[in-house]
T-cell receptor, first 115, second 114 residues
Framework: AQKVTQAQTEISVVEKEDVTLDCVYETRDTTYYLFWYKQPPSGELVFLIR??????QNEISGRYSWNFQKSTSSFNFTITASQVVDSAVYFCALSERQAGTALIFGKGTTLSVSS | GAGVSQSPRYKVAKRGQDVALRCDPI?????LFWYQQALGQGPEFLTY????????KSGLPSDRFFAERPEGSVSTLKIQRTQQEDSAVYLC????????????FGDGTRLSIL
């Protein structure tokens, strides 16, 4: 069965600190997709990144970077030099090809960045 | 508008009442999804449409939940004889196709059952 685990429930950092959000997934499918979404207090889920299971290259987008490691079934997200505006709940999600396109979400990590 | 639009933003109903939640997806998006998000939890899948066809309703928790998308655009999620455990945020998402393209979410409808 498919599952996404975000073991960190809450993280608090001070501005300019780097922070890594962990995501571990379980799937029996060989083709799958991993996502990160941000949910600010307003409630809307904002898409951040999508990776497929055949592309293990790490990705960097501005202050954001993602480390995908199939060997450990992890897809971790790092924010460099965090800012107050990064405060939100971050969700990791999995989509299995055979199961259709429903997203399976983790429980989320609440990130609080103080000034 | 440019994004997924959901209405109402908030809905309060008494237990036993029927409610209807509306979703207007991004223009041109053939795939539409409904999710339920309980407080402090991640969203959980309810149902999926490709155009007007409901291809997956495996996540609907009971036969009190019903969704439709008659013309392949706007969708309505209906909950009959609401119960307190139905209180949650209901999120709608749309995407370009079913090939695991990113889903774009609306702001959600926060449903409170008294």
């Amino acid at each position: 069965a498919q599952k996404v685990t975000q073991a960190q429930t809450e993280i608090s950092v001070v501005e300019k600190e780097d922070v890594t959000l962990d995501c571990v997934y379980e799937t029996r499918d060989t083709t799958y997709y991993l996502f990160w979404y941000k949910q600010p207090p307003s409630g809307e889920l904002v898409f951040l990144i999508r990776r497929n299971s055949f592309d293990e290259q790490n990705e960097i987008s501005g202050r954001y970077s993602w480390n995908f490691q199939k060997s450990t079934s992890s897809f971790n997200f790092t924010i460099t030099a965090s800012q107050v505006v990064d405060s939100a709940v971050y969700f990791c999600a999995l989509s299995e090809r055979q199961a259709g396109t429903a997203l399976i979400f983790g429980k989320g990590t609440t990130l609080s960045v103080s000034s | 508008g440019a994004g997924v639009s959901q209405s109402p933003r908030y809905k309060v109903a008494k237990r036993g009442q029927d409610v209807a939640l509306r979703c207007d997806p991004i223009s041109g998006h053939v795939s539409l999804f409904w999710y339920q998000q309980a407080l402090g939890q991640g969203p959980e899948f309810l149902t999926y449409f490709q155009n007007e066809a409901q291809l997956d309703k495996s996540g609907l928790p009971s036969d009190r939940f019903f969704a439709e998308r008659p013309e392949g655009s706007v969708s309505t999620l209906k909950i009959q004889r609401t119960q307190q455990e139905d209180s949650a945020v209901y999120l709608c998402a749309s995407s370009l196709s079913r090939d695991n393209q990113p889903q774009h979410f609306g702001d959600g409808t926060r449903l409170s059952i008294l």
